[in-house]
């Protein structure tokens, strides 16, 4: 199945100005984030005149349920990822449209029909997928720019994390036009390796980077929505999840625990490209052992389970192997499995 959820992506250096003709004459409720929301609303004060709620900072059952619309009839989410998230979780239960505008450029979030749900300690609970209208997606430069850098610089891996999952799924090519269209689309996001990913790049918001994040973004989530379960969500994905279950991985951001899974992802596969992302990593100050995430041998085995439990519920092109799953984790302990 093909699942595309945004109408509009608009990437420009005043994007946010065309929000009032978005909106016309209808009632608002803005869900707004704690610190990318200032940004915006110094761009656009307009927006104080709005009924809005205060993003709590996870996306959870509870979470959605708190969002209360009171009748509008148009969402705008204000945030980043799991706000993002919460959001298409309240418009759909409250079937309404959503507009997005995202504060950083973290994770592919703002274009997928799908939402990440997590419990209320911070672990993994589940992924949903639905049918959700996001209207526009609002990208102003100048809200981008400003944002931190590490999310952004954590947001590239994930993106780069769409190539190497998808082929993992589904090899190089396929038969199925959606799928295979992801493919290609995975093969675009690959090149993210390839750009200046430094803080000095990311400020400067080059032709490089305006690129980069509409592949964050955009195309990274339409990579999943052409190709569906055939390009989206493989090892990496379960790793990331799986540390989710530690409370010393919280403090990572999304897209340096996929970093991680990929290298335990690749190195199951005894691909070549392991040394590549090990050392791309290891240069953009990306986690590389289970040490610099804060776990130790002794959580090996609780990490190898959850692991293979979150790969029963995807379709994997053949079962992992645990002990070799635990031998990769004890390789990457303390120094990269080489």
């Not at 915006?40 to 709620?53: F, G």
């Not at 804060?294 to 379709?315: C, N, Y």
Request: proline residues 4%; hydrophobic residues 40%; charged residues 25%.
């Amino acid at each position: 199945m093909i699942r595309q959820a945004v109408l509009e992506y608009d990437h420009d250096d005043d994007a946010l100005d065309r929000l009032g003709e978005l909106i016309g004459g209808r009632r608002v409720h803005v869900l707004r984030g704690r610190h990318g929301y200032p940004v915006v609303e110094r761009l656009l004060p307009s927006l104080k005149a709005y009924p809005a709620t205060s993003f709590a900072g996870e996306c959870t059952d509870r979470e959605a349920d708190r969002v209360d619309l009171d009748g509008a009839d148009v969402l705008v989410a204000i945030g980043g990822g799991k706000l993002v998230d919460t959001a298409k979780l309240v418009a759909v239960r409250n079937g309404v449209p959503l507009i997005v505008i995202p504060t950083l450029a973290s994770n592919c979030a703002a274009f997928t029909p799908l939402s990440v749900v997590y419990r209320e300690d911070g672990s993994y609970d589940r992924y949903d997928v639905f049918r959700v209208i996001i209207e526009r997606v609002i990208v102003d430069a100048r809200v981008i720019a400003s944002s931190p850098y590490d999310y952004y610089r954590a947001g590239v891996i994930d993106t780069v994390a769409k190539f190497y999952e998808a082929r993992y799924l589904s090899g190089d090519n396929s038969t199925v036009a959606g799928v295979d269209a992801g493919i290609a689309l995975s093969k675009q996001c690959h090149r993210l390796l390839e750009i200046e990913l430094t803080e000095t790049a990311f400020r400067s918001y080059s032709e490089g980077t305006r690129y980069a994040v509409d592949h964050v973004l955009a195309i990274g989530g339409a990579v999943g929505g052409f190709g569906d379960a055939g390009t989206r969500v493989a090892v990496a994905h379960a790793v990331h999840n799986a540390l989710s279950e530690f409370e010393t991985t919280h403090a990572f951001l999304h897209g340096d625990k996929v970093g991680f899974g990929l290298l335990v992802q690749e190195s199951l596969r005894r691909s070549p490209d392991v040394a590549v992302l090990r050392s791309w990593l290891e240069q953009v100050e990306a986690p590389t052992t289970l040490d610099a995430l804060g776990l130790s041998a002794d959580d090996i085995p609780r990490l190898v389970a959850s692991v293979m439990r979150e790969t029963t519920l995807q379709q994997l092109p053949e079962p992992l192997d645990s002990d070799y799953l635990k031998i990769i984790f004890e390789n990457l302990q303390k120094t990269i499995y080489r």
